[in-house]
């Protein structure tokens, strides 16, 4: 049960059982947006194990009154997540010509040649080091997940199959020497040892090296109401701030920011070793008074999300059910965890959502978790000619609405939900 008082702070989640903020390590934390509870988001059932219970864990996430950072508590460990993972960086393009842009600014940012060392934490397919490798640059990869590293492997990546802790950054300097880049993308929501984590990259970072950590902003995911980018895997969800106070407890100082469009609005945080970082850069002042004006320094600033967040269930749940009042056939595209946020928060199931399509083989022919929706490959929706297709991964939207221009032909529609019902 969770004990809520009438300012919203949540101290505990049963009788003794304190929530502890992992930054600062205070209970006296709020509520900020609660989605009730779902099965984890990358789980994809297969044939056999529909038949079976699905486990589903509360999604809460809070906010600490003290540090300000948002967090879920860790209801499933990193292993149970990672170790097997559904998840592969290179099926898409865009996101690979993103690394590729990466690579090549981080060479020009960092000095890096021939002669440097990179190490990428989270390192998935292969995705970004490939095109290290392609400059001549050593690197290593650190992945946890045994199916998607042995994928980076036959790209020609090395990869050391490993989570990263302080022990594990000592024991990559030990063996392969200090690096010169440490970079993470998409990962700094993913750990919930913080400090460790921030502890690691500096264990590996040459003390005259950087560190680049690219991860949502929380800023976008309040303005654009993102809500669906919230599911076990992200055990907390930054502001500059936040995330300037996380690599500090490291013995890392920020130093400048870049704000991206990835995921829906990201940030890319340069950070160094404390004794060669110098001032910030006026990028990273005007980015944190962005934060200030929109509430996000103080823990009152963080209300009103939850209500934002119901509206949209409300609308595309009417859609839905308008469309198969009128005999239209739905279909969704994409199968990603976001999707797998919105679909349980929403109840949507396939009376309402016949199926969804994947470009991951990975996930072909098995059912999504908790609505139990089939996934096919994307040739599907050809065949099919529905009249609405629902776009799940809505951060692609660029790159989807080209690939699915063929829908056009029939008078079907593109239906994005999120920040607010739209239909192309």
Not at 12 to 34: E, Y
Not at 83 to 94: K, L
Not at 105 to 123: H, I, M, Y
Not at 214 to 236: A, G, M, N, P
Request: proline residues 6%.
């Amino acid at each position: 049960m969770l004990n809520t008082d009438a300012s919203g702070t949540t101290s505990s989640i049963g009788p003794g059982t304190a929530l502890t903020c992992r930054l600062c390590g205070t209970t006296d934390l709020r509520s900020f947006c609660d989605l009730g509870a779902t099965p984890p988001c990358e789980l994809f059932l297969t044939e056999q194990t529909a038949q079976q219970p699905e486990q589903t864990f509360p999604l809460h996430v809070r906010v600490c009154n003290s540090c300000l950072l948002a967090q879920l508590p860790p209801e499933i460990s990193p292993e149970e997540t990672f170790e097997e993972y559904a998840y592969f960086s290179s099926f898409s393009s865009s996101w690979v010509d993103h690394a590729r842009r990466f690579v090549d600014s981080a060479q020009e940012r960092a000095g890096l040649d021939t002669g440097s060392f990179v190490v990428e934490v989270a390192s998935n397919d292969g995705y970004l080091l490939q095109h290290v490798v392609a400059k001549g640059i050593r690197c290593l990869g650190v992945e946890p997940s045994v199916n998607v590293g042995e994928a980076a492997r036959e790209k020609g990546v090395p990869t050391l199959t490993a989570f990263l802790t302080p022990e594990t950054g000592a024991r990559v300097r030990a063996e392969h020497g200090p690096a010169d880049l440490v970079c993470g993308n998409n990962v700094f929501a993913h750990i919930p040892d913080v400090v460790g984590f921030a502890q690691g990259l500096r264990a590996m970072v040459a003390d005259d090296g950087w560190v680049s950590i690219e991860v949502q902003h929380l800023l976008t995911l309040v303005e654009r109401k993102q809500f669906d980018t919230i599911y076990h895997e992200h055990f907390q969800y930054y502001t500059l701030l936040t995330g300037q106070r996380a690599l500090a407890a490291g013995g890392l100082t920020l130093v400048d920011v870049e704000l991206l469009d990835t995921h829906g609005g990201s940030i890319r945080m340069w950070a160094r070793p404390a004794d060669v970082a110098g001032e910030p850069s006026a990028k990273v002042r005007e980015v944190l008074a962005a934060e200030a004006a929109a509430g996000l320094h103080t823990p009152e600033g963080h209300d009103g999300f939850a209500e934002a967040v119901s509206t949209i269930r409300d609308d595309l749940v009417s859609f839905l059910i308008d469309a198969r009042r009128q005999g239209k056939r739905v279909v969704g595209y994409g199968a990603p965890g976001k999707g797998n946020t919105l679909l349980n928060y929403c109840g949507i199931r396939p009376d309402l959502l016949e199926y969804t399509v994947d470009r991951n083989p990975y996930k072909h022919g098995r059912l999504t978790p908790g609505t139990r929706i089939p996934i096919f490959a994307p040739e599907r929706i050809a065949q099919d000619r529905p009249d609405h297709v629902l776009i799940l991964p809505w951060n692609l939207r660029t790159e989807l609405t080209e690939q699915l221009s063929y829908v056009r032909e029939w008078g079907g529609t593109l239906v994005f939900p999120i920040p607010s019902l739209e239909v192309v």
